[in-house]
């Protein structure tokens, strides 16, 4: 044999050498595993018009987990659901740059409230529409437990966004998109 077939018998046993421990040791941490995650962050969108006379606005917008393939594939084996992060952003603002808005957000399951409303002050939408930043809205860890129960007992989940707006010399429209991050734990083991 030459040289260069002995180097390559050697390294076809340490290959399958190698793959024979990978499979055993994988087969003990198939063994351990019982659950995964699977996260998604959602988006809906809705617009408000609000007129100088009535500047008080109020709009909507529901979220399903199991608009998720991965969460609604794997709904009886769900654990647990963690809310992550829930934003808004204004797309678009057509209205007086100087105007600001003071408001809430609720949140309800089937008609039932869920958690508080979060109040939120002092927004200029002029200002928030031109950066596209996302605004975080501050969420208790009551309310992230609320929203795992709403998801755990296959309820949507309503978010309502209402207030007013000050200083409106003219009616004014915005456009909302609110976003709502959240993982689920999947169990893959029945105990």
Known sequence: MTKKMLTMKKLTTYLFTALLIVAFTSCDFLEKFD???AGNTFDESFTVTVDENDPSFTGSVEFDATDDETIKE????ISH????KLSFVIDSYNGPSSSVGNG???FSSLGTPVGSPIVISNVNFAQLAASGEEFEIP???AF???VGDAYINNQTLTVEASGSISDLTEAASFDFTVY???EARIDVKDD
């Open 35 to 37: 659950h995964f995650g």
């Open 74 to 77: 794997n709904i009886d084996r």
């Open 81 to 84: 659901y963690e809310l992550n």
């Open 104 to 106: 809430q957000f609720s």
């Open 139 to 141: 969420i208790t860890d």
């Open 144 to 146: 992230v437990l609320a």
């Open 180 to 182: 709502l991050s959240i």
